[in-house]
Protein backbone atom coordinates (compact mmCIF):
# COMPACT_ATOMS: atom_id res chain seq x y z
CA UNK A 1 0.00 0.00 0.00
CA UNK A 2 2.81 2.48 0.71
CA UNK A 3 4.35 1.60 -2.36
CA UNK A 4 1.77 2.38 -4.28
CA UNK A 5 0.71 5.72 -2.63
CA UNK A 6 4.40 6.87 -2.78
CA UNK A 7 4.04 5.86 -6.88
CA UNK A 8 0.85 7.78 -6.89
CA UNK A 9 2.70 10.85 -4.66
CA UNK A 10 5.54 10.48 -7.05
CA UNK A 11 3.38 10.88 -10.60
CA UNK A 12 1.93 13.93 -9.13
CA UNK A 13 4.64 15.83 -8.77
CA UNK A 14 6.26 14.85 -12.30
CA UNK A 15 2.91 15.94 -13.58
CA UNK A 16 3.15 19.24 -11.63
CA UNK A 17 6.69 20.26 -12.72
CA UNK A 18 5.56 19.36 -16.04
CA UNK A 19 3.05 22.37 -15.89
CA UNK A 20 5.33 24.53 -14.68
CA UNK A 21 7.98 24.25 -17.44
CA UNK A 22 9.20 27.38 -19.18
CA UNK A 23 7.54 27.41 -22.67
CA UNK A 24 11.20 27.07 -23.88
CA UNK A 25 11.46 23.55 -22.40
CA UNK A 26 8.30 22.40 -23.65
CA UNK A 27 7.22 20.95 -26.95
CA UNK A 28 7.09 24.97 -29.08
CA UNK A 29 3.92 25.65 -30.82
CA UNK A 30 3.49 27.44 -33.88
CA UNK A 31 2.80 30.92 -33.35
CA UNK A 32 -1.06 32.01 -34.63
CA UNK A 33 -0.79 34.57 -37.30
CA UNK A 34 -2.15 38.16 -36.76
CA UNK A 35 -5.34 38.61 -38.34
CA UNK A 36 -4.49 42.54 -39.22
CA UNK A 37 -8.45 43.19 -39.14
CA UNK A 38 -10.10 46.44 -40.72
CA UNK A 39 -11.10 47.73 -37.10
CA UNK A 40 -10.85 50.99 -34.66
CA UNK A 41 -8.54 50.55 -31.90
CA UNK A 42 -9.02 52.60 -29.64
CA UNK A 43 -5.90 53.52 -26.67
CA UNK A 44 -6.14 54.16 -22.84
CA UNK A 45 -5.50 57.78 -22.51
CA UNK A 46 -6.17 61.05 -20.02
CA UNK A 47 -6.55 59.74 -16.33
CA UNK A 48 -7.22 55.86 -16.86
CA UNK A 49 -3.79 56.28 -18.51
CA UNK A 50 -2.27 57.54 -15.88
CA UNK A 51 -4.11 55.37 -13.24
CA UNK A 52 -2.84 52.61 -15.33
CA UNK A 53 0.59 53.27 -15.36
CA UNK A 54 0.25 54.11 -10.96
CA UNK A 55 -0.70 50.82 -10.32
CA UNK A 56 2.56 49.41 -12.59
CA UNK A 57 4.97 51.68 -10.85
CA UNK A 58 3.90 50.68 -7.14
CA UNK A 59 2.15 46.68 -7.70
CA UNK A 60 5.23 45.19 -9.34
CA UNK A 61 8.64 44.74 -8.28
CA UNK A 62 10.66 42.23 -10.09
CA UNK A 63 14.08 41.83 -9.84
CA UNK A 64 17.42 41.95 -12.19
CA UNK A 65 17.31 40.17 -15.32
CA UNK A 66 20.11 37.63 -15.25
CA UNK A 67 20.82 36.55 -18.59
CA UNK A 68 23.61 33.99 -19.25
CA UNK A 69 26.26 34.99 -21.47
CA UNK A 70 26.55 33.05 -25.61
CA UNK A 71 29.66 31.31 -25.53
CA UNK A 72 30.55 33.53 -28.02
CA UNK A 73 29.35 36.69 -29.90
CA UNK A 74 28.47 38.57 -32.92
CA UNK A 75 28.99 42.13 -33.93
CA UNK A 76 26.29 44.67 -34.41
CA UNK A 77 25.22 45.72 -37.84
CA UNK A 78 23.58 48.45 -39.77
CA UNK A 79 19.90 48.09 -39.60
CA UNK A 80 19.01 46.39 -42.53
CA UNK A 81 21.99 44.78 -43.20
CA UNK A 82 21.86 40.84 -44.70
CA UNK A 83 22.40 38.53 -42.19
CA UNK A 84 25.89 37.10 -41.24
CA UNK A 85 26.75 33.67 -42.97
CA UNK A 86 25.33 30.65 -40.77
CA UNK A 87 22.75 32.84 -38.86
CA UNK A 88 19.20 31.65 -38.29
CA UNK A 89 17.94 34.65 -36.96
CA UNK A 90 18.42 38.47 -36.25
CA UNK A 91 17.61 40.08 -33.19
CA UNK A 92 16.80 43.85 -33.59
CA UNK A 93 17.19 46.35 -30.64
CA UNK A 94 14.56 48.97 -30.46
CA UNK A 95 14.56 52.26 -28.73
CA UNK A 96 12.50 55.43 -28.08
CA UNK A 97 12.18 58.80 -25.77
CA UNK A 98 10.53 61.66 -25.99
CA UNK A 99 12.89 65.02 -25.95
CA UNK A 100 12.60 66.48 -22.25
CA UNK A 101 15.60 68.84 -22.76
CA UNK A 102 18.15 68.16 -19.85
CA UNK A 103 16.05 66.79 -17.26
CA UNK A 104 18.36 64.39 -14.77
CA UNK A 105 16.11 61.27 -15.61
CA UNK A 106 14.33 61.25 -18.73
CA UNK A 107 11.71 58.37 -18.01
CA UNK A 108 9.89 58.51 -21.22
CA UNK A 109 9.39 55.82 -24.02
CA UNK A 110 10.20 52.32 -24.37
CA UNK A 111 12.33 49.40 -25.29
CA UNK A 112 12.08 46.42 -27.36
CA UNK A 113 13.34 43.47 -29.70
CA UNK A 114 12.49 41.79 -32.18
CA UNK A 115 13.53 38.16 -33.89
CA UNK A 116 13.28 37.81 -37.24
CA UNK A 117 13.61 33.67 -39.00
CA UNK A 118 16.14 34.24 -41.68
CA UNK A 119 16.43 30.81 -42.08
CA UNK A 120 14.29 28.07 -44.28
CA UNK A 121 12.91 26.36 -42.15
CA UNK A 122 10.42 27.54 -38.46
CA UNK A 123 12.73 28.51 -35.47
CA UNK A 124 11.75 28.11 -31.82
CA UNK A 125 11.47 31.95 -30.25
CA UNK A 126 10.42 31.82 -26.78
CA UNK A 127 8.12 28.77 -26.85
CA UNK A 128 6.61 29.97 -30.51
CA UNK A 129 7.85 28.19 -33.65
CA UNK A 130 7.52 31.19 -36.32
CA UNK A 131 8.07 30.77 -39.85
CA UNK A 132 11.35 32.02 -42.56
CA UNK A 133 10.60 35.65 -43.10
CA UNK A 134 8.71 36.74 -40.19
CA UNK A 135 9.06 38.18 -36.67
CA UNK A 136 8.25 38.19 -33.18
CA UNK A 137 8.15 41.65 -31.11
CA UNK A 138 9.45 41.12 -27.39
CA UNK A 139 9.78 43.20 -23.99
CA UNK A 140 8.53 43.27 -20.59
CA UNK A 141 6.03 45.60 -19.34
CA UNK A 142 3.92 46.30 -15.72
CA UNK A 143 1.03 48.68 -16.95
CA UNK A 144 -1.01 46.29 -19.19
CA UNK A 145 -4.08 44.89 -17.19
CA UNK A 146 -3.48 41.34 -18.11
CA UNK A 147 -0.22 40.36 -17.51
CA UNK A 148 2.64 42.36 -15.79
CA UNK A 149 5.97 40.65 -17.41
CA UNK A 150 6.84 39.24 -20.69
CA UNK A 151 4.93 40.21 -23.80
CA UNK A 152 4.87 39.00 -27.70
CA UNK A 153 3.99 41.00 -30.49
CA UNK A 154 2.49 44.09 -28.49
CA UNK A 155 4.71 46.51 -30.04
CA UNK A 156 3.69 45.17 -33.48
CA UNK A 157 -0.05 45.26 -32.75
CA UNK A 158 0.27 48.71 -31.13
CA UNK A 159 2.05 49.91 -34.59
CA UNK A 160 -0.33 48.53 -36.89
CA UNK A 161 -3.25 49.77 -35.10
CA UNK A 162 -1.97 53.08 -33.09
CA UNK A 163 0.28 53.57 -35.93
CA UNK A 164 0.32 57.85 -35.22
CA UNK A 165 0.77 57.33 -31.54
CA UNK A 166 3.48 54.81 -31.13
CA UNK A 167 6.86 54.68 -31.52
CA UNK A 168 7.63 57.79 -33.45
CA UNK A 169 11.08 59.02 -32.77
CA UNK A 170 12.63 55.27 -32.71
CA UNK A 171 16.08 54.24 -33.34
CA UNK A 172 17.18 50.60 -34.30
CA UNK A 173 20.25 48.28 -34.54
CA UNK A 174 20.90 44.51 -35.25
CA UNK A 175 22.86 41.40 -34.56
CA UNK A 176 22.69 38.11 -36.22
CA UNK A 177 22.45 35.15 -34.30
CA UNK A 178 23.39 31.66 -34.75
CA UNK A 179 21.20 28.77 -33.18
CA UNK A 180 24.05 28.43 -30.02
CA UNK A 181 23.12 32.37 -30.02
CA UNK A 182 19.36 31.45 -30.66
CA UNK A 183 19.33 29.12 -27.93
CA UNK A 184 21.12 31.74 -25.66
CA UNK A 185 18.11 34.07 -26.43
CA UNK A 186 15.20 31.54 -25.35
CA UNK A 187 17.35 30.66 -22.09
CA UNK A 188 16.95 34.61 -21.63
CA UNK A 189 13.12 34.82 -22.52
CA UNK A 190 12.31 32.03 -19.89
CA UNK A 191 13.60 33.94 -17.16
CA UNK A 192 12.65 37.50 -17.98
CA UNK A 193 8.72 37.14 -16.85
CA UNK A 194 8.98 39.81 -14.32
CA UNK A 195 8.62 43.47 -14.27
CA UNK A 196 9.77 46.38 -12.26
CA UNK A 197 10.23 50.17 -12.23
CA UNK A 198 13.73 49.40 -12.23
CA UNK A 199 14.06 46.35 -13.62
CA UNK A 200 12.06 47.55 -16.59
CA UNK A 201 11.99 47.18 -20.77
CA UNK A 202 15.44 48.58 -20.87
CA UNK A 203 16.81 46.65 -18.40
CA UNK A 204 15.17 43.65 -20.47
CA UNK A 205 16.40 44.59 -24.30
CA UNK A 206 19.83 45.46 -23.18
CA UNK A 207 20.42 43.03 -21.11
CA UNK A 208 19.76 40.54 -23.80
CA UNK A 209 21.50 42.69 -26.26
CA UNK A 210 24.55 42.16 -24.10
CA UNK A 211 24.43 38.82 -23.75
CA UNK A 212 24.73 37.79 -27.63
CA UNK A 213 26.20 40.66 -28.77
CA UNK A 214 30.70 42.12 -28.38
CA UNK A 215 29.51 45.64 -29.00
CA UNK A 216 27.59 46.20 -26.00
CA UNK A 217 25.12 48.88 -24.89
CA UNK A 218 24.96 50.83 -21.79
CA UNK A 219 21.39 52.31 -20.32
CA UNK A 220 22.39 54.07 -17.66
CA UNK A 221 21.60 53.76 -13.96
CA UNK A 222 18.78 53.95 -13.81
CA UNK A 223 18.28 51.99 -17.33
CA UNK A 224 16.30 53.92 -19.56
CA UNK A 225 14.74 54.43 -22.85
CA UNK A 226 16.45 57.68 -23.97
CA UNK A 227 19.64 56.78 -22.32
CA UNK A 228 19.64 53.44 -24.34
CA UNK A 229 19.14 55.16 -27.45
CA UNK A 230 21.88 57.87 -26.54
CA UNK A 231 24.64 54.86 -26.61
CA UNK A 232 23.15 53.44 -29.88
CA UNK A 233 23.96 56.76 -31.23
CA UNK A 234 26.65 57.74 -29.23
CA UNK A 235 28.59 54.32 -29.99
CA UNK A 236 27.63 52.96 -33.09
CA UNK A 237 25.87 56.03 -35.15
CA UNK A 238 26.80 54.67 -38.50
CA UNK A 239 24.62 51.32 -37.70
CA UNK A 240 21.61 52.85 -35.50
CA UNK A 241 18.64 53.95 -37.97
CA UNK A 242 16.08 55.96 -37.64
CA UNK A 243 12.46 55.38 -38.22
CA UNK A 244 12.68 51.74 -38.49
CA UNK A 245 9.71 49.19 -39.34
CA UNK A 246 8.42 47.31 -36.86
CA UNK A 247 6.47 43.88 -38.00
CA UNK A 248 3.61 42.57 -36.42
CA UNK A 249 3.28 38.84 -38.06
CA UNK A 250 1.53 37.13 -35.37
CA UNK A 251 -1.15 37.69 -32.45
CA UNK A 252 -0.55 38.82 -29.36
CA UNK A 253 0.72 36.52 -26.35
CA UNK A 254 2.02 37.11 -22.86
CA UNK A 255 3.95 35.38 -19.99
CA UNK A 256 6.33 31.97 -20.27
CA UNK A 257 2.71 30.35 -20.62
CA UNK A 258 2.15 32.09 -24.17
CA UNK A 259 -1.33 32.77 -23.36
CA UNK A 260 -3.05 34.47 -26.18
CA UNK A 261 -3.83 38.32 -25.54
CA UNK A 262 -7.78 39.31 -24.99
CA UNK A 263 -7.58 42.75 -24.78
CA UNK A 264 -5.00 42.77 -27.82
CA UNK A 265 -6.68 40.13 -30.33
Not at 177 to 184: A, G, K, N
Not at 227 to 238: N, S, T, V, W
Amino acid sequence: MKKQFFRILSCCVLLACLCALPAYAQEPKAAQPAAKEDKVVTDVTGSADLMRNVVGFTTNFGGPYHFAQADHKSPAQAYGDAPAEGAVAVLRLFARADDHGDVPLNTSGHSFLTITNVSEQDINVGGLLIAPDTSITVSTRGNRCEHSGIWYNLEGYYKYYLNASYYQNLYGIQVSLDQSQLDTVNQALASADHWSAIYNCTSFSAGLWNAVCSDTLCAGVPETPADLKADMLRKYPDKTVFGPTVPYDYIVYYGTSLTPSQEFS
